[in-house]
Every structure is written in C-alpha cells, then in structure tokens.
T-cell receptor, first 110, second 117 residues
C-alpha cells in the first residue's frame, strides 16, 4: 500500500520568513496530493491540492510542487504569519484511497 | 463541499463498555472513512465504509473491535467495543467529494474525543 513520509516533524520560523514542508510517496499510481491544515482542537481542512498532471500550483502565499519522477511533493508558505501556526498534513491518494503523512507542527514566531 | 455532523464531540467511558459514534453528511457520498488520531499524531485510517457492503478494515483493525454500519449514503456509525485506556483517542469520520468524481479532497467531521478510564 501507499506510504507517505513527511519532513520535518516540527518547524519554527520567524514571521515573514518562508516555510517548506516535504513529502514523499511510494505508490506511483497515486495521482492526487492534498495538503491539510489542522489547528489545535479542530478538524483538518484542505488548504491546497495538486493532481499528477500538474507540476506546480499556487494560491496566494501557498504553493505546492510535485515531482512525479522522484515521487515527492512540497508545500511552500511565503510571508508566514502567526495564524499559519498549525499542524500540516500531506496526503497521497489513488482511487479515493487517501494516506496521510505524519504531520508537521509549524510555529510562526512574531 | 460536504458538511459533516459527528457526535458525540467527546465522551468519557468506563473500560469494558462500548461507544457508538455517529456521522451524518448533508449529501450522498459513496465512501465514508473512519480515522483515529492519537494526540499529536497523524490520521490513521481504521476502515472504509461503503453503503450496502461490509466495511473494509486496515491492518491492525478488526470488525469485532470496531464494527461499522452504513445504512444509507448519508450516514455511518463506528462503534468502539470493549474499550480499554489504549482506545483513548480522537476519532474522525471523513468523506470525499461528489460521488461522481474520483480523488477529491476529504472533508472531516469535527471529531470525537474519547477518554477511557
């Protein structure tokens, strides 16, 4: 089955700096790669996603890149703000079978 | 998008008892998923529930411990049976996008925080 690895497990940045979280997946048939943000005590919510026919996608301060050959994808957050502090999960999915990475706890220091 | 109502939001239970968690979706979905999230940990898939068939369980999870019902396309229940303190966790139900599309984002219920004493 699919195995998703996520790094780093914790990340601390200064407000205004960029944050990068990286994930690798094992199943070459995976074709959908969402990223979720989970604030303390709340449910995970989608922040951005990318499909396997696209190499990069951007939404304001958030971008995701996908390298299908290397089977890795990354989340980039620019101009970080304290409200970006949360746990971020990457996931890889094929045919509605979604597997999650272990999560990255991002702390943005003001 | 899908709106999911999950209840109870939290419960404290005695060991040896069972708790049934309910998940109601505001639209018809083919597949519903049940996850467990230990404090500070990732989301571990327990099982996939399809309407009209038995749930499919992931390695390490069995039907006797986590029986699931899926009576229609908008509702599912997960029961945590014969609970022990190791079952203390957050349990989340999830659905993916419209039934006519594959591989869409997952929507989550608000979770059930279970404490077994």
């Amino acid at each position: 089955g699919e195995n998703v690895e996520q790094h780093p497990s914790t990340l601390s940045v200064q407000e205004g700096d960029s944050a990068v979280i990286k994930c690798t997946y094992s199943d070459s048939a995976s074709n959908y790669f969402p990223w979720y943000k989970q604030e303390l005590g709340k449910r995970p919510q989608l922040i951005i996603d990318i499909r396997s026919n696209v190499g990069e996608k951007k939404d304001q301060r958030i971008a995701v890149t996908l390298n299908k050959t290397a089977k890795h994808f990354s989340l980039h957050i620019t101009e970080t703000q304290p409200e970006d502090s949360a746990v971020y999960f990457c996931a890889a999915s094929r045919y509605n079978d979604m597997r999650f990475g272990a999560g990255t706890r991002l702390t943005v220091k003001p | 998008s899908a709106v999911i109502s999950q209840k109870p939001s939290r419960d404290i239970c005695q060991r040896g008892t069972s708790l049934t968690i309910q998940c109601q979706v505001d639209s018809q979905v083919t597949m519903m998923f049940w996850y467990r999230q230990q404090p500070g940990q990732s989301l571990t898939l327990i099982a996939t529930a399809n309407q009209g068939s038995e749930a499919t369980y992931e390695s390490g999870f069995v039907i006797d411990k986590f029986p699931i019902s899926r009576p229609n396309l908008t509702f599912s229940t997960l029961t945590v049976s014969n609970m022990s303190p190791e079952d203390s966790s957050i349990y989340l139900c999830s659905v993916e996008g419209p039934s006519d599309r594959l591989n869409t984002e997952a929507f989550f219920g608000q979770g059930t925080r279970l404490t077994v004493v």
